[in-house]
Nanobody, 115 residues
Framework: QVQLVESGGGLVQPGGSVRLSCEAS????????MGWFRQTPGKQRELVAL???????NYADSVKGRFTISRDNAKNTVYLQMNSLKPEDTAVYYCYARLGVKMDWGQGTQVTVSS
């Protein structure tokens, strides 16, 4: 099992940027897929981005070209750099770690894009 702690959310203006961080404690960080989902009230949780142990990445179409996911295995941390933010990016962002069929989740961090 791994514990995940997110940070970096907050209020940002449209067009602005914010970086989310997710620090993992526990074993086998280097072997885990890491990523971010987001959720807004009344909607299902949506996959935003993921990074594999080999640093392959994948993104939702809605964030391609604006968001960048990366991982620092030395720090057991995954990042989500979000640029050119839009009001529709407003959501609670959840970090996850996956090893096989087992997924662990962070507590979530709110990102609000508003003027």
């Amino acid at each position: 099992q791994v514990q995940l702690v997110e940070s970096g959310g907050g209020l940002v203006q449209p067009g602005g940027s914010v970086r989310l961080s997710c620090e993992a404690s526990g074993s086998a960080f280097n072997s885990r897929d890491m990523g971010w989902f987001r959720q807004t009230p009344g909607k299902q949780r949506e996959l935003v981005a993921l990074v594999t142990p080999g640093s392959l990445t994948n993104y939702a179409d809605s964030v391609k070209g604006r968001f960048t996911i990366s991982r620092d295995n030395a720090k057991n941390t995954v990042y989500l750099q979000m640029n050119s933010l839009k009001p529709e990016d407003t959501a609670v962002y959840y970090c996850y770690a996956r090893l096989g069929v087992k997924m662990d989740w962070g507590q979530g961090t709110q990102v609000t894009v508003s003027s």
